[in-house]
Nanobody
Framework: QLQLVESGGGLVQPGGSLRLSCAAS????????VAWFRQAPGKEREGVSC????????DYAISVKGRFTVSRDNADNTVYLEMNILKPEDTAVYTC??????????????????WGQGTQVTVSS
């Protein structure tokens, strides 16, 4: 089964940290650019970060730059999103998506080959 599975979400206090994982199964993730998105209730989906196939290029939304770090371990077929100094406005469902390297790099892109199911992140005291 070809899928992406996110994990690592949860409830954290403002100023805290979380590390999200996006694990691929059924395909080799190093052939894909991976993006993280988030969507808060009542708001449009927002592109958070992207990482190229071997991690040489990363991009971030202005709202998370300096606080979030995207990385990948292709040996484990997994991409990570380290989130620090979390704020209540970071509360959302976070979803990862993978886009084949045969397409030009774009962050975020208009379409992706695979999507995960999402993991809830709640920042609250």
């Amino acid at each position: 089964q070809l899928q992406l599975v996110e994990s690592g979400g949860g409830l954290v206090q403002p100023g805290g940290s979380l590390r999200l994982s996006c694990a691929a199964s059924g395909f080799t993730l190093d052939e894909y650019v991976v993006a993280w998105f988030r969507q808060a209730p009542g708001k449009e989906r927002e592109g958070v970060s992207c990482i190229s196939t071997h991690g040489g290029r990363t991009d971030y939304a202005i709202s998370v730059k300096g606080r979030f770090t995207v990385s990948r371990d292709n040996a484990d077929n997994t991409v990570y999103l380290e989130m620090n100094i979390l704020k209540p406005e970071d509360t959302a469902v976070y979803t990862c998506a993978a886009r084949s390297v045969r397409y030009s790099y774009s962050c975020p892109a208009d379409d992706y080959d695979y999507w995960g199911q999402g993991t809830q992140v709640t920042v609250s005291s």
